[in-house]
Every structure is written in C-alpha cells, then in structure tokens.
C-alpha cells in the first residue's frame, strides 16, 4: 500500500483559497485513481474529487466549479486548488488511491478551517 502524506491545510476566511497537497511513496502511483474525501465536523467521510490515471476529473456536486483536482506523476503528487471556500467546507481532507481506499484505509488528512 503507498504512504500519502496531506498538508496544506490551514484557518482561511469565507472566499479564500487554499491548496492542498498530497505526497505519494512509491513508484505506482501513476497506476491509481487517486482521490480527495474530506470528513466535516460530526460528518461521515464524503466524496470530493477524483482524477484518474490520464487526468479526468470527477467532483462532488457541492464543490464543482470551486475546487480541482490535479496530479503530477513526476512529484508523485497529487493537489487540490480550493477557492471560495466556504464554512461549509470546514473539515479534515483525505486524499487516497484507489487501492487503499477499496482496503478503507486512510492517512492523517489535513485540516481545513473557513471561519471569519
């Protein structure tokens, strides 16, 4: 299973932006789907974004056309530009590939904190 490792997190204010990181180990990591979930306080995990090995993008009806998802295979990395957040989006984001998450195994996530 590859290590992912989030960051990027951090308090912004109600239309702000932020973008999100995450680092891949290994040397597959062009072979996955890779994925953000995020979970909101007192929430379950729920479905973000997602880009698949050749660079399609899917995003959750409540952050189309505020988020993107995108990844550099160089980097082993995979981002998410987020702009005009919102209180809404306050929680803690999780990126994944698509291994881990079919074994429901999840790293650290970082937290992200829209709040005047």
């Known amino acids: 299973q590859a290590q992912l490792v989030e960051s990027g997190g951090g308090l912004v204010q109600p239309g702000g932006s932020l973008r999100l990181s995450c680092a891949a180990s290994g040397s597959t990591f062009s072979r996955y789907y890779m994925y953000w979930y995020r979970q909101p306080p007192g929430s379950q995990r729920e479905f973000v974004a997602s880009?698949?090995?050749?660079?399609?993008?899917m995003y959750a009806k409540s952050v189309k056309g505020r988020f993107s998802i995108s990844r550099d295979t160089a980097k082993n990395t995979v981002y998410l530009e987020m702009n005009s957040l919102e209180p809404e989006d306050t929680a803690v984001y999780y990126c994944?590939?698509?291994?881990?998450?079919?074994?429901?195994?999840w790293g650290q996530g970082t937290q992200v904190t829209v709040s005047s």
């Open positions: 880009i698949s090995t050749k660079g399609e993008t």
């Open positions: 994944n590939d698509a291994n881990n998450l079919s074994r429901d195994s």
